[in-house]
């Protein structure tokens, strides 16, 4: 909301420009780097899925959504974590039936 200029009301306050700052250093704190994309990449081909994991997709694909989802919040801890995995083999499965 943009300041009125009036000292009462919802948008009280002087009316200012706002700065552009500088973004800082710590935005860029969680985002992985080319290389480290490349050699996770080269892991998940030479390993593979660990066992939960081909356990999940095994559920993903026989549609018990809502039971993958509890095996894996049981196994990674956190309900965003088991989310984003979910997501991920859900896209590795559908690559693969794409090829």
Known sequence: MAASGI??????????????????PSNKI??????TQFVRSIVREVSGFA????RIMELIKNSRDKRAK???KNKLGSYLRA???????TAVIASSRRH
């Open 7 to 24: 000292a009462v009301g919802i948008n009280k306050g002087h009316i200012v420009t706002r700065r552009e700052l500088k973004a800082k």
């Open 30 to 35: 969680g985002a992985a780097s080319k290389r």
């Open 51 to 54: 066992p939960y994991e081909r």
């Open 70 to 72: 509890k095996f894996c």
């Open 83 to 89: 989310k984003k995995k979910i997501e991920d083999l």
